[in-house]
């Protein structure tokens, strides 16, 4: 999980519990569902779009309502990031991931670093601290990288309203400052990822009920999860940001 101004839809109630808006219900192909992992993601899915040819010197329009940021695939209120929860530093970069995209269609399979606009992204947080006059300095962020093979016969609307309710239970934790997932591709494969202000936000953040009905029912639809964890490390300067290892 936009538009300039953020509008609350109305719920439709699935097996008991709140989802999407009808109209997006039927555009968006089936989840899987949160794992086993810290912070990991539940990640279901959205169509491949190459990266948009965009100038992150420029304005573009607003994914945020005053203090609220479109974070995820999700628009209702309790999946919005509130910037008022986070220092400069991790609010600019909350907003420079609201560009993320992906590059390439193999992204399931592909390398990480290698299947998102990460140049994008990151010229467009250097360049809104810089419009800011705000000093940026070192500092790491906590990211998980999902990938997944599901079952033939797993029930993508169950799996649709745990990721749906396991993402509320994130975003009311605190420190989610990005989700995305792809669609599976024809052998069932996906990608998944979240970013996190830090490992014990992440910690917190799948610790809920929902995640933990999650957890019991990946062990039923998938053939196969496959965890990274990985250390994002920005500058103070532009250009000065990595991804490595999670060593810690």
């Not at 989802?19 to 089936?30: D, F, G, K, V, Y």
């Not at 940021?69 to 209702?76: D, M, V």
């Not at 797993?154 to 420190?175: C, I, N, Q, T, Y």
């Not at 009905?213 to 990595?242: C, D, H, N, P, S």
């Amino acid at each position: 999980m936009t538009a300039a101004s953020v509008t609350t839809a109305a719920l439709v109630a699935t097996d008991g519990g709140p989802t999407l808006p009808q109209a997006q219900l039927s555009a968006i192909p089936e989840p899987p569902a949160m794992p086993t992992a810290v912070g990991a993601p539940t990640g279901f899915h959205v169509e491949f779009q190459s990266a948009p040819v965009l100038n992150p010197l420029e304005d573009e329009p607003s994914k945020a309502q005053g203090n609220l940021l479109i974070e995820s695939p999700y628009i209702t209120r309790e999946h919005l990031l509130d910037l008022s929860t986070l220092d400069t530093q991790n609010r600019l970069l909350a907003q420079a991931l609201t560009t993320l995209t992906p590059v390439r269609p193999d992204y399931a399979t592909a390398p990480y670093t290698e299947s998102f606009n990460w140049d994008f992204v990151f010229l467009k947080f250097y360049s809104l601290a810089a419009k800011e006059g705000y000093s940026l300095s070192r500092q790491s962020f906590y990211v998980v990288v999902f990938r997944s093979v599901l079952q033939a016969n797993a029930d993508g609307d169950r799996l649709l309203l745990l990721d749906e309710r396991s993402h509320a239970e994130a975003v009311s934790s605190g420190g989610l400052l990005k989700y995305w997932f792809g669609v599976k591709n024809g052998r069932r494969e996906n990608l998944a990822t979240c970013l996190w202000r830090n490992r014990e936000d992440a910690r917190a953040g799948g610790t809920g009920p929902w995640h933990a009905q999650a957890r019991a029912a990946a062990r039923e639809m998938y053939e196969k999860i496959e965890f990274t964890t990985l250390e994002l490390v920005v500058g103070e300067k532009a250009g000065e940001w990595e991804f490595r290892e999670w060593k810690h």
